[in-house]
C-alpha cells in the first residue's frame, strides 16, 4: 500500500529525469507512477480510506494530477470493488501542476528556447546545465549573452573583466565566473584555453600579480639590486638581475626560507605551498639548476610534483627515506592524505614513489623546520659541487 504523501514523493522524483527528456525535444507522456499495488487481503475499511485518499488527490478531484486506471476486481471476502490500477500524468501541465514545478519548469524550457536560437551549439549545453536555466532575473541573462558575445568577438583581450567596454555591473564577470566560462566553451571554444590555470587565463583576462619573496643567499653576489631580501611581481623579475648567481633553491616554511644560512651562488624562493605553480612566471628558472625543499610528506611530494610539470628537471633536496630515517625522533603522524595524486605522481622518480606509499600507508610526516639548517647547507653543497662538476653555468 501506497500513501499520498509517497506517490507525491515518487513524482517529485521523477522532476529532473522529464525535464531533461523535454529539453531533448522528447514527449515523455503519459507518465507512468509505479508503485505497489493496493492489497485487497488487509481490513476492509482501511483499504477504502486508502482508495479514497489516493482519489482525492487526483483528477478529476483536482484540476491538475494525476490520472487513475481503475480496475474492477471481485473477492471472497469483500465481494465485487473498484481499485486503482496504473497512475499516471496525461501532460506536462498535469504533471508540473501536481508537483508544483510549473512555473520553474516553463521558464527552463523557455529560456532553454531562447539559448538555443542565440546560439544553436548550445542545446546540449542547455540539457546539461538545466539547473542553471531557473530563478534568475532577465538582466543576468542579458549580462551573460553581452559577455559572452563579447568574448567570442574578442577572444584573450588580455585586459583586466572591469575593463571591457561592457553595460554590464563591474562584479558581474567575477561574481559569476562557473557559468560563463561554462557556456563560453561550448559557444566559442576559440575563446577558451582550456590548460589555463585560473578563470582569467583560461579566458585571457588579466589579473592582479600573485607576489613572489626572494633572497640572495650569496653575500658577495653582484646581481647589482640594492637589496638581497625582496618581494616583487614575477614580471618585474629578470634574468639578467642574477648573473652571478648559478642555481635556485625553492623551500616551503616561511621560517626556514627567512633563516636560510650563506650559500656562494644561490638564489632562494619561497614557495608556498601549492601556489607554487605561479612560478612558472619565471620560465627563466627552466635555465638554471633548481632545487625543491618542503616537508617530507604526501603533500610535500605533490608540491614536488607540482613544480616539475612545470619544470621537469627540478631536484628534491633532503626529501628521500635517508632523511627520513636519520630524523626519526622528529617524525609525527596524523597527515590529511594517504596517496599522492595518480595525475601528479608521474612526475616523481621511482624511490620517491616508493617513499610516497610508505608516508601514506603509515600517515607519517617529517616538517622541515624538524630538520637542522646545516643539513641543509651540507646537501647543498653536495649537489652544487656536483652540478658544477658536471655542467657548470650561471643563471
Known sequence: MI???????????????????????????????????????????ELRNSIQAIKSQGKPSLSFGYSIEWHEIET????RNQV?????????????????????????????DR???????????????????SGRQPAFWESLFC????????????????ELPLPISTKFIEENQAILESLLQTVAPQSHRPDGETFQERLGLKSPESLIEFRILDPKSGSGLPLDHFTAAASQIKREF????????I?????NFLTLPPLPGLLAILGQGYAITRLKRLPWLADCPLFYWGDLDIEGLEILAHLRRIFP???????????????????????????????????????????????????????????????????????????????????
Request: proline share 5%; aromatic share 8%; glycine share 4%.
Open 3 to 45: 500513501t499520498v504523501a509517497q506517490l507525491r514523493q515518487k513524482a517529485e522524483n521523477r522532476y529532473r529525469e522529464v525535464l531533461k527528456e523535454m529539453l531533448r525535444g522528447n514527449h515523455p507522456f503519459p507518465l507512468k507512477i509505479r508503485y505497489p499495488h493496493l492489497k485487497t487481503s488487509g481490513d476492509l475499511q
Open 76 to 79: 471472497r471476502r469483500f465481494g
Open 84 to 112: 486503482p490500477g496504473d497512475i499516471f500524468f496525461s501532460t506536462a501541465e498535469d504533471f508540473f501542476g501536481y508537483i508544483g514545478k510549473q512555473s520553474e519548469a516553463s521558464e527552463t524550457l523557455a529560456l532553454a
Open 115 to 133: 539559448i538555443r536560437s542565440r546560439y544553436p551549439v548550445a542545446y546540449n549545453w542547455t540539457v546539461e546545465n538545466h539547473r542553471h536555466l
Open 147 to 162: 559577455v559572452i558575445d563579447y568574448l567570442a568577438e574578442n577572444p584573450f583581450p588580455d585586459r583586466f573583466a572591469r
Open 242 to 249: 642574477f648573473q652571478d648567481l648559478t642555481a635556485v633553491l
Open 251 to 255: 623551500t616551503e616554511n616561511r621560517l
Open 313 to 395: 628537471h627540478t631536484q628534491a633536496v633532503l626529501m628521500n627515506s635517508t632523511t627520513l630515517n636519520d630524523h626519526r625522533e622528529f617524525v609525527s603522524t596524523g597527515t590529511s592524505k594517504t596517496a599522492v595524486s595518480p595525475s601528479l605522481e608521474v612526475h616523481l622518480t621511482e624511490e620517491e614513489r616508493r617513499l610516497a606509499q610508505d608516508l601514506g600507508s603509515s600517515r607519517l610526516r617529517l616538517e622541515q623546520e624538524r630538520i637542522p639548517l646545516s643539513h641543509l647547507v651540507t646537501a647543498m653543497q653536495t649537489l652544487l659541487s656536483l652540478k658544477q662538476t658536471v655542467e657548470p653555468e650561471k643563471l
